[in-house]
C-alpha cells in the first residue's frame, strides 16, 4: 500500500548522527566467574568473546561456568545463606538500597554497556532498562523489614539458595527482576545472565563488591545453555528462569518430583487489541512501542495487532507511515528507534519464521531502510492478510515483526486474543471506559495495558497465564515466589 | 407379611452435573473393611476424564463469571446440603469402616462441613488479600486482581475419602474454578454420596466432576490432559507426584503436592497457599487523564 501523499509526507527531515561516546565506560579485558564475593578463574569452563551485535567486534572476554563452576557457586551461596537470611530485615534492605543507588550512579555507563553487548538502542537502555532496574532493586530493599506485610501477615522464611536464569533481552534489568526479590526475602543467588549478553552482569558483580555486599550472597556464573542446565540440576532450594516456553518446559521436567519451588516466566504471543473507538493516531504509536520496542525482543511484545474490521485499512495505512520513520541502526545513536538482532541466531530464527509467514499466504511488507553492512539486522515488518492458524500468527518471533489480523465483533476479538496457548500481556485500544474494563477482564493474560503497551513499574506485578508461565515478578506478589510461608 | 426387600442404590459418576456410568462399562467392587462386597461402582475410563475436563471447561466461564458473593453462597448451600445428610453419611461411612469406625466417620463429616464454609467465606475475600492498587511512577491506575486459573485436576487422597476429597475440592471452586477429581480409590462411597450432595445444591452441573475408578489409570490420564490448568495432588505417592510434574511441564501446568488433610485444621490453617496454588494474578494498566 503506498503511503498517504502529502506535502508533507514529501519534507525530509533528516538527522544528523548522535552517537552515545563510550569514552566513559571502563571495561576489562576479560572477566572470571563472580563467585564467593571474587572474580575467578573457571575451572571446567572456557574463556569467550562477548560480541557487540550491531559490528560483531569483541566487547570484552567472559568466562563461561562448567558444572564444576556452577556447584562451586552454590556452595559459596550455600555457606552465606544463614547469616545473609539472620541479618536484620532493615540490614538487608540497606545492602539492596545500596545496590539502587550505584546502579544509579553509574547509570550511563551501564546504559552504554548494555546497548553495546546488546545492540538495544541507547535510548531504551539510558531511559527504560537502567532506571527501572534501579528501581527494582529500591522498591525491594524496602521489603526487606516488611516481609510478612507482604504475604497477608504468614510467617515467612526465604527458600535458601535459588538459581536465577535470566535472558538476553533485558540483560540487567532481568537480573536485578530477579536479585532485588530474592535478596530481600533472604536468600543467596546464582544467577546465570544469557549467553550473549554477560557484561552488564559483571558490571553489577562489581557493584555488589562496592556495595561491600557479603561474599557469596550473589555468584554470577555466565555461560549458555549448559550452564543453565547445570544450575538447575545443581543442589539448589528454588529455580527462576525467564526465557522461552520451550526450556521452560525442560526445566519443569527437570524438576519434577524433586519438591525444588520453580517460577517461569516465558514466551508469547500477546494480541494488541484496537477498536475502531480508539484514539486511532495514538494507537499507532502504542503499535509501534509494543512490537519495534527493543527490536521485539520483548516476550511480552504485541505481536498479534487484532484491529476492528472497520479501521484496520486506516490503521494499516497510518502504521505503515509510521514505520517508515523509523530509524535503524547504531544502538549507540540517540535518535535510534530500532538497533542490532541480538545475534546471528536470533536473526535466523526470525527469518525463518517471516519466510514460513510469506510462503503461508501473508503479505509481508518491510520498511526499505539502509542497513549497515556489518552485525545483525532486521527491517521493521508488517504482514498482512493473515490467518489465525498461520505460524506468524501462532509462534513467538522475537523480532520486529508484527501481524495483522481483523475482528467484527468485541466477542470474537476476545475469542481471537485468547486463542492462544500463551497468556502473557495483551493490549486494548478504545476511548470508552466500561468497555475496556470488559474486555479486560475478558483476557487470558497476566498483564493488559489499555490505551499504552510495554509499561513497566516494579510495583506492579508481571507474569503470564498458560504456556506464558506461573508466579510474578513485582509488587508484593513478586515476594511469594522467594517465601516459604506457614 | 415377608420382609420389605431393600432398594439398593447404583453407583454412578457425576459429570456435567449428571449422573452417569462410565462410558467403558466397566465396573469395580467397592470393599468394606473386612473385603466384604459393599456396592459396585463406575470404574471410570480415560475417555471419561476427557468427558468430564469438557464439561468442567464449559462450565468455567460461567462460574468465574458469577459474583464472589454468589459463589460464597453457592458453596454455603453444599455446606448445608452436606450438614442435612451428614447422620446418614457417617453411618456409612462408619460401616465401611467397621466397629470403631462411626465415630471418626462423624468427625470427618463435620469437618468437610465446616471447611466448605470456611472456604464459602474466601471467595469475596481473596482479592482484598491478594490483589491492590499498584502505586506505579506513571499516570496509570494500575492493579492487580486474582483470577481462576481455569480447571483444576484434584487427586484426592485415599484417606480421609471425603474430608481428603472436600479440602482440595473447596479452594478450587472459592477461587473461581472448575473441578474435575479422581476420589478416593480404596473408599469410593463416600464421594460418590456426596455427588448426590452436591447434585441437590446449588452449585451448577460441570463446576464439580467427580470420577472413581483404578487412581493409576485416571490420575495421568488427568494430568496429562492439555486443557487443564492446574493440579493439585494430595495422593501422597511420590512416584505419582513426579509423573504428574512431568506431565505438568507439558503444558505447564500448574502443580500443587500436598499431604491429605485429616482434620479441619490441615485443610484451613495453609487456605492462602491452597487458593494461591489455583489463583492467576492479572495486573491491568488503565490511563488516568490524557
Same mark, same amino acid.
Given at each position: 500500500?503506498?503511503?498517504?501523499? &502529502?506535502?508533507? &509526507?514529501?519534507? &525530509? ?35 569467550? =568473546? ?49 545496590? @539502587? ?65 535470566? =535472558? ?69 532450594? #528454588?529455580? @527462576?528462569?525467564?526465557?522461552? &516456553? ?159 489480523? %481483523? ?15 500463551? !497468556? ?63 | ?56 471447561? #464449559? ?38 469402616? !467397621? ?25 469475596? #475475600? ?22 481462576? %486459573? ?139 487523564? @490524557?
Amino acid at each position: 500500500m503506498a503511503a498517504t501523499d &502529502t506535502p508533507r &509526507t514529501r519534507i &525530509t527531515w533528516d538527522y544528523a548522527p548522535a552517537p552515545e561516546s563510550p569514552d566513559h565506560v571502563r571495561l576489562r579485558d576479560s572477566y572470571g566467574l563472580f563467585i564467593g564475593g571474587a572474580f575467578v578463574d573457571p575451572r571446567d569452563g572456557q574463556r569467550v =568473546p562477548s560480541i557487540n551485535p550491531a559490528t560483531e567486534e569483541p566487547v570484552a572476554e567472559v568466562a563461561f561456568g562448567g558444572a564444576q563452576d556452577v556447584a562451586a557457586a552454590v556452595e559459596a551461596a550455600r555457606a552465606a545463606q544463614p547469616r545473609w537470611a539472620a541479618l536484620p530485615g532493615r540490614e538487608r534492605a540497606k545492602y539492596v538500597f545500596r545496590i @539502587a543507588r550505584l546502579i544509579q550512579e553509574r547509570a550511563r555507563e551501564l546504559a552504554i554497556v548494555e546497548s553495546l553487548d546488546g545492540g538495544k538502542p541507547i535510548r531504551e537502555s539510558r531511559d527504560v532498562d537502567i532506571p527501572l532496574a534501579a528501581a527494582h532493586f529500591f522498591h525491594y530493599a524496602g521489603w526487606a523489614d516488611k516481609l510478612r506485610y507482604g504475604v497477608a501477615g504468614r510467617e515467612t522464611a526465604p527458600y535458601g539458595v535459588v538459581g536465577q536464569v535470566v =535472558p538476553w533481552n533485558f540483560p540487567l534489568l532481568m537480573a536485578a527482576w530477579k536479585l532485588a526479590p530474592a535478596l530481600a526475602c533472604g536468600n543467596t543467588s546464582v544467577l546465570k545472565p544469557a549467553e550473549t549478553t554477560p557484561l552488564t552482569a559483571l558490571l553489577l558483580a562489581e557493584i555488589c563488591q562496592e556495595a561491600e555486599l557479603p561474599d557469596g550472597v550473589v555468584n554470577i556464573v555466565p555461560g549458555d545453555g549448559t550452564t543453565g542446565a547445570a544450575v538447575v540440576r545443581s543442589d539448589v532450594d #528454588k529455580v @527462576a528462569f525467564t526465557g522461552s &516456553t520451550a526450556v521452560g518446559k525442560d526445566i519443569q521436567a527437570a524438576l519434577a518430583g524433586r519438591g525444588v519451588g520453580l517460577t517461569l516466566e516465558l514466551g508469547g504471543k500477546s494480541a494488541n487489541v484496537i477498536f475502531e473507538d480508539a484514539a486511532l493516531d495514538q494507537a499507532v504509536e502504542g503499535i509501534v512501542q509494543g512490537i519495534f520496542f527493543n527490536q521485539g525482543h520483548v516476550c511480552c511484545a504485541g505481536s498479534r495487532l487484532l484491529i476492528q474490521e472497520s479501521v484496520a485499512d486506516e490503521v494499516t495505512a497510518k502504521l505503515w507511515d509510521r514505520m517508515r520513520l523509523l530509524r535503524v541502526g547504531d544502538p549507540l545513536d540517540k535518535n535510534t528507534d530500532v538497533g542490532a538482532i541480538n545475534s546471528a541466531e536470533q536473526l535466523e530464527r526470525i527469518e525463518a519464521l517471516v519466510e514460513a509467514g510469506v510462503e503461508e499466504g501473508a503479505v509481508r511488507r518491510s520498511v526499505a531502510c539502509d542497513l549497515p553492512e556489518r552485525g545483525w539486522w532486521f527491517a521493521p515488518t508488517i504482514f498482512t492478510e493473515v490467518a489465525p492458524a498461520h505460524r506468524i500468527a501462532v509462534e513467538e518471533i522475537f523480532g520486529p515483526v508484527v501481524s495483522v489480523l %481483523t475482528f467484527r465483533t468485541q466477542a470474537e476479538a476476545i475469542e481471537n486474543a485468547n486463542n492462544s496457548r500463551y !497468556g502473557l500481556a495483551a493490549g486494548i485500544w478504545t476511548d470508552k471506559g466500561s468497555k475496556a474494563f470488559e474486555v479486560a477482564r475478558a483476557l487470558k493474560a497476566g498483564v493488559i495495558w489499555q490505551n499504552t503497551y510495554n509499561k513497566f513499574d516494579p510495583t506492579a506485578a508481571f507474569g503470564g497465564y498458560k504456556e506464558s508461565g506461573f508466579g510474578r515478578e513485582g509488587g508484593a506478589a513478586g515476594l511469594r515466589p522467594y517465601l516459604r510461608v506457614s | 407379611m415377608s420382609p420389605r426387600l431393600n432398594v439398593r442404590k447404583t453407583y454412578k459418576l457425576y459429570v456435567g452435573g449428571a449422573f452417569v456410568r462410565s462410558e467403558s462399562g466397566r465396573y469395580d467392587r467397592a470393599l468394606g473393611a473386612d473385603d466384604e462386597h459393599l456396592a459396585n461402582i463406575p470404574r471410570a475410563s480415560r475417555k471419561d476424564v476427557r468427558d468430564a475436563m469438557a464439561a468442567a471447561r #464449559k462450565a468455567a466461564g460461567p462460574w468465574a463469571a458469577r459474583t464472589a458473593y454468589n459463589r460464597g453462597q453457592i458453596l454455603y448451600r453444599a455446606a448445608e446440603a452436606l450438614e442435612s445428610r451428614g447422620d446418614e453419611l457417617a453411618a456409612r461411612v462408619g460401616e465401611a469402616r !467397621g466397629s470403631d469406625g462411626a465415630a471418626s466417620a462423624a468427625a470427618e463429616i463435620a469437618a468437610a462441613v465446616d471447611v466448605l464454609v470456611h472456604y464459602a467465606g474466601w471467595t469475596d #475475600k481473596l482479592p482484598a488479600v491478594l490483589g491492590g492498587v499498584n502505586p506505579v511512577a506513571m499516570p496509570y491506575l494500575s492493579f492487580s486482581l486474582p483470577e481462576p %486459573t481455569g480447571v483444576v485436576g484434584v487427586i484426592a487422597p485415599d484417606e480421609p475419602p471425603l474430608l481428603g476429597l472436600v479440602a482440595e475440592l473447596a479452594p478450587a471452586l472459592a477461587a473461581g474454578n472448575t473441578v474435575v477429581a479422581v476420589i478416593s480409590e480404596r473408599w469410593p462411597l463416600p464421594a460418590l454420596d456426596f455427588a448426590e450432595v452436591l447434585g441437590v445444591s446449588d452449585v451448577p452441573g460441570g463446576v464439580i466432576n467427580l470420577l472413581s475408578g483404578r487412581r493409576a489409570e485416571l490420575a495421568p490420564a488427568l494430568g496429562a490432559h492439555r486443557d487443564l490448568n492446574a493440579i493439585v495432588d494430595a495422593a501422597g505417592d511420590p512416584e505419582l507426584s513426579a509423573d504428574l510434574d512431568r506431565l505438568a511441564a507439558e503444558t505447564v501446568k500448574r502443580a500443587r503436592h500436598a499431604p491429605a488433610a485429616t482434620s479441619y485444621e490441615a485443610a484451613t490453617d495453609d487456605a492462602l497457599a491452597r487458593l494461591e496454588a489455583v489463583t492467576e494474578l492479572k495486573t491491568a494498566w488503565h490511563p488516568v487523564g @490524557a
